[in-house]
């Protein structure tokens, strides 16, 4: 073994993350937090979600833990989770050297490029609850998925532009492959504790509720309050058409898109569930694209506003 | 650079110019990019090729007998490349002959010059003495040689180059410089564009071109200079790139012979997988990688689709076929040294195995059966219910077809095997190995069917299903098969022509025309007795009684009647070399029996360059004008024969020829001895041809033009049962859309 693989095989899981939150921080990225609410993927972070939509240029990393409940298995198999952990990156706008600037962070973590296989495959990526869509591919090293590279096009059902370039590392895999395991259970999360000893429980005891547990009716409920509430939230943030500065800054359009996010969730239990029809479905996805397009047409409102207030004081 | 000789054309057509405008050069040009989707890169160099030679030969920069060999366009991952061979530097230039007033108002009566020559002369921007006088067909004018200088192609070029990129047409584009910026399938990062080793400055979505090309992307120097095409490709390949298709799979398949052929094994064929690693790689390299044989308990199909579909690996094969636990990946690198590559592709394989067979056994903890009731959530399409209303729909239609065989001699029909295998068919659909294989859909719940202990017959018929998928793919190998098949499409046709979800020009989202072809393909090549128009009358039944109780239209019968008949047209056409008007002549005298219906045409085919056949179809064409023309006026020949009314010689003769040889055809026609059939109706001929000479149809008197009108009728009817002759002749009468 090559003296470089050799030492990569002991970068943990933890580390990985570090390194690659540090390697982006030094390219001018903010570092944020995780999202405190349920999401399915680090797109539907309002770091990502909002940031993109918009002039303003912005750059920030992130890691989001992404619940999948379809995609639990009760953590019984080597490959599929409940919830992964995806590093998040957006560069607003997309720099022209993008891909050259992505590759020497996969370097950063120890991977030699001319040895090792990485290509960049077609791979449009398209949220139908979210309104968004974007052009790019998944990167491959040596066959394994192991990035989503996409140039936004659309968010909220709104045309970008600037266009920004998003990065979701998967870094349970990631991990996986320099430790050389072919179990994600197996990781060293740390040089103490293993992926299996920090994350099992979670995988078994959420996959069960999604699958087993979880009381459609009430799931159905709660989705429909949390929708009722992000409507009422919109319609009077649309109805108001003189607001005071206070007002319209104050005005909770983060929290109708935090509700947004919570109707997505619990879509993703009912799916699990197997409680939806597959007509239901589709109705069910254009509910909370619904939300999510008039959250994101609401946002860039009230950043104008904001900001013509703000110009008028100063 | 090398002088290239110039065209003969070019060298002729400028023998005046003052500056040499006809040396020409090489153009190169790249467009690099970021990696462009694989199946896209050769149909796009292929636009490129087009739209590049149109304006260079639009803009007089090549000659336009030469533009097809003087331009080639190839593609790699990262750039489309174009070069174009004795482009002219300058565009020739032009003398043109303006032409000015008369002679007699531009001279006055002593020959000098007049105000009007003047004012012509100085619109021209010559003096009066270089004004001419020629001949027009307005009489004598004056006229003076002015010469349109040619531009400079590379200044043309600055201009055409972008809008060649422009109008490279892409299923999906992108923007990534803001909303203004040109649109193109993946950021363009570099461009180069040369003319006879000179730049051509122009810039496209931010970037400016030049004469500086990229190399691998971890193998090459990122910066490399290039004069023209005369360098270009070497000092590509010297940086791990060959920009050439053919070259990239040349290579590919050597190192996949070679790699094999050492170890006694072989390539499982893939040419689909080998195009595409062909346009995934700017340097391919083929590398053999192992995995553990205990996974070769999985079904074969599974192992290849897994190495296929999502790791593009080809599969190895031992002498006897069997497949061997190796793969065969293409990488884009020159060299994997230290197997971290291989060990790499050898974990995640083994990670994708490991997950299928994860599915092949938390699949089968319940039996396929039970997968049924999941089915209702599935929605088939939103008018027509779920996956269970079709499975009800196609059990019903199985029984159907098999009932009808049953009683048409097939012995082998099963009608209970039939029900129980369509009841299976659809499972699959809600597994995870379909979920995460769907091309596997069929194959997976003939394999689960197979493995819980349901009959072979069973089992085969699920895995067949969708076969035929194409006009060279097999059909369901049993006949339970076909019944399950046919059920489906057929279902699949008549419930969508029923609510209107036809296939458009564009647009078949349920894939209706292959099912078309499929119901076709077996009913012809399977042979089994069968009435298409019945069979889709049954169809509709069930559409109409099983929920969500669908009506289809007779229309839609019809159309769906119609949709299958131009699939069996473009099959027989296309598989069995027959016209299109012998097709339509026999589909004339009935097409609702397929079979009966080929057989018809091949006697046709047969009989038709005989030496009495061709006069004869032309005489029913003469038949049909004769009473498309009476139509209205009299009865169309649908009246009897009086024999009474027959006057002349040559009208008996016919009508007694007519009746003999009737009789014997109508004999023949019932043993299905078509050819010989027709061949009596040939015989035919002498008694027409003595008709048509002696005897004038529109006879004066009206009863004698009735009877001789229904003589043709009868005639015409009669002889028309196994192809209508009248319909001969015209090849492109009804050509499938």
């Known amino acids: 073994m090559p003296k470089t693989t050799t030492k990569n095989a002991g970068l943990t899981f933890q580390d990985l993350l570090l390194k690659l939150e540090h390697y982006w921080t030094r390219r001018d990225c903010i570092l944020q937090q995780p999202y405190d609410v349920e999401v399915g993927a680090g797109t539907m972070h309002p770091e990502t979600f909002l940031r993109v939509l918009g002039p303003q240029p912005y750059r920030v990393v992130y890691a989001q833990p992404s619940r999948r409940p379809t995609d639990g298995r009760y953590g019984e198999n080597p490959n599929r989770l409940y919830k992964h952990t995806q590093l998040q990156v957006i560069l607003k706008p997309s720099p022209s050297n993008i891909q050259d600037l992505y590759l020497e962070s996969l370097a950063s973590v120890g991977i030699n490029l001319k040895e090792h296989d990485v290509r960049f495959e077609e791979d449009n990526w398209e949220s139908p609850t979210l309104g968004a869509w974007g052009i790019g591919w998944q990167v491959l090293l040596d066959g394994l998925e192991i990035t989503q590279f996409t140039y936004f096009q659309q968010c909220g059902g709104i045309d970008l532009d600037p266009i920004s370039v998003e990065l979701t590392y998967g870094l349970d895999r990631i991990a996986a492959y320099l430790q050389g395991v072919d179990n994600v259970f197996d990781v060293r999360w740390s040089n103490t504790m293993t992926y299996g000893q920090v994350r099992l429980a979670e995988e078994q005891q959420f996959s069960a509720y999604s699958f087993d547990y979880a009381d459609a009716a009430s799931t159905r409920k709660q989705f429909d309050l949390n929708e009722a509430e992000a409507a009422r939230l919109l319609s009077k943030w649309n109805a108001a058409n003189k607001k005071g500065a206070i007002e319209t800054k104050r005005f909770p359009i983060l929290e109708a898109y935090d509700l947004c996010l919570k109707c997505s969730h619990l879509f993703n239990l009912l799916d699990a569930r197997g409680a939806i029809s597959v007509t239901e479905r589709a109705g069910m996805i254009g509910r909370v694209r619904k939300l999510a397009t008039q959250v994101a047409r609401a946002w860039l409102d009230q950043r104008a506003a904001v900001q013509t207030s703000a110009g008028a004081v100063a | ?737």
Request: aromatic residues 8%.
């Open chain 2, 1 to 737: 650079m090398k002088p290239r000789a110039k065209s003969k054309a070019a060298r002729k057509a400028s023998p005046r110019s003052e500056v040499d405008a006809t040396t020409s050069g090489d153009l190169l040009f790249e467009i690099g990019c970021e990696e462009i989707p694989a199946g896209m890169i050769a149909k796009a160099a292929g636009e490129l090729k087009a739209i590049l030679g149109m304006q260079l030969s639009t803009h007089a920069l090549v000659g336009a007998t030469t533009v097809e060999e003087s331009i080639e366009t190839f593609g790699a991952p990262r750039r489309l490349v174009a070069i174009a061979r004795n482009v002219r530097v300058k565009q020739e230039d032009v003398t043109r002959e303006v032409v000015g007033p008369p002679k007699s108002v531009a001279f006055d009566v002593a020959g000098q010059p007049t105000r009007a020559a003047y004012s012509f002369a100085e619109k021209q921007s010559v003096p009066v003495s270089k004004l001419a006088v020629i001949n027009t067909p307005k009489g004598e004018c004056v006229a003076v040689k002015q010469v349109i200088l040619g531009k400079p192609a590379a200044e043309i070029l600055a201009d055409v180059l972008p809008e060649v990129i422009r109008e490279i047409s892409w299923p999906r584009s992108m923007i990534w410089a803001g909303t203004q910026s040109p649109r193109f399938i993946r950021p363009i990062r570099w461009i180069v564009a040369i003319l006879d080793g000179k730049k051509i400055p122009f810039s496209f979505a931010d970037v400016k071109s030049g004469n500086h090309t990229e190399g691998h992307r971890f193998l090459g120097t990122k910066e490399i200079a290039v004069t023209g095409p005369e360098n270009y490709e070497s000092r590509l390949q010297k940086n791990f790139v060959l920009c050439r298709p053919d070259a990239r799979r040349k290579k590919i398949e050597a190192e996949l012979q070679s790699l094999t052929s050492r170890r006694g094994v072989r390539v499982h064929e893939d040419a689909g997988l080998l195009y595409l690693v062909t346009y995934l790689n700017e340097y391919p390299t083929v590398i053999l990688g192992n995995f553990d044989p205990e996974f070769l308990v999985l079904p074969e199909e599974i192992l290849i689709t897994v190495m296929r579909g999502h790791q593009k690996y080809f599969a190895v094969e031992n002498r006897s076929r069997d497949l061997a636990p190796h793969f065969l990946a293409v990488i884009n690198l020159a060299k994997d040294a230290k197997g971290l590559v291989r060990a790499g592709h050898e974990r995640v394989l083994r990670a994708r195995f490991a997950d299928a067979q994860f599915f092949w056994e938390s699949d089968q903890k319940i039996k396929l059966g039970e997968y049924l009731p999941k089915l209702a959530a599935v929605t088939y399409e939103r008018r027509l219910g779920s996956y269970g209303d079709k499975v009800e729909r196609m059990r019903a239609l199985a029984r159907w077809f098999c009932e009808q065989w049953f009683s048409g001699g097939v012995t082998q029909a099963d009608v209970a095997g039939a029900d129980r295998a369509a009841e299976l068919a659809k499972c699959d659909l809600v597994t995870e190995m379909v979920r995460e294989f769907p091309e596997l859909q069929g194959a997976v719940g003939g394999l689960y069917a197979r493995a819980q202990g349901e009959p072979e017959d069973i089992a085969s018929a699920v895995y067949d299903q969708y076969k035929p998928l194409g006009l060279d793919d097999p059909l369901p190998r049993n006949i339970t098969g076909c019944a399950v098949a046919l059920a489906d499409k057929l279902d699949s046709l008549v419930a969508c022509f029923a609510v209107g979800a036809n296939p458009t020009g564009s647009s078949d989202p349920f894939a209706l025309r292959r099912a078309a072809l499929g119901v076709v393909k077996i009913v012809l090549e399977k042979n089994l007795p069968l009435s298409i128009s019945a069979a889709i009358s049954a169809a509709a039944r069930f559409l109409r009684e099983c929920p969500p109780k669908i009506e289809a239209s007779p229309e839609a019968e019809k159309q769906v009647l119609d949709f299958l008949l131009d699939r069996a047209r473009y099959i027989l056409r296309e598989r069995r070399g027959f016209s299109y008007d012998e097709i339509n002549a026999a589909f004339s005298a009935g097409s609702d029996d397929l079979g009966d219906a080929v057989e018809r045409v091949a006697a046709l085919q047969a009989i038709r360059q005989t030496k009495n056949f061709p006069p004869l179809a032309a005489s029913f064409k003469r038949i049909r004008n004769i009473l498309e023309k009476s139509a209205g006026k009299e009865d169309q020949g649908q009246g009897t024969v009086k024999q009474t009314l027959l006057r002349e010689a040559a009208e008996m003769q016919l009508h007694s020829a007519a009746q003999r040889i009737g009789a014997e055809a109508m004999r023949l026609k019932k043993d299905k001895k078509y050819r010989r059939a027709l061949e009596k109706i040939s015989e035919l001929r002498p008694a027409v041809d003595f008709f048509f000479d002696k005897v004038h149809v529109m006879a004066e008197e009206e009863e004698v033009r009735k009877n001789r009108i229904a003589l043709l009728g009868m005639l015409l009817k009669e002889f028309s049962t196994i192809a209508d002759f009248s319909v001969l002749g015209s090849e492109d009468s009804k050509a499938p859309s």
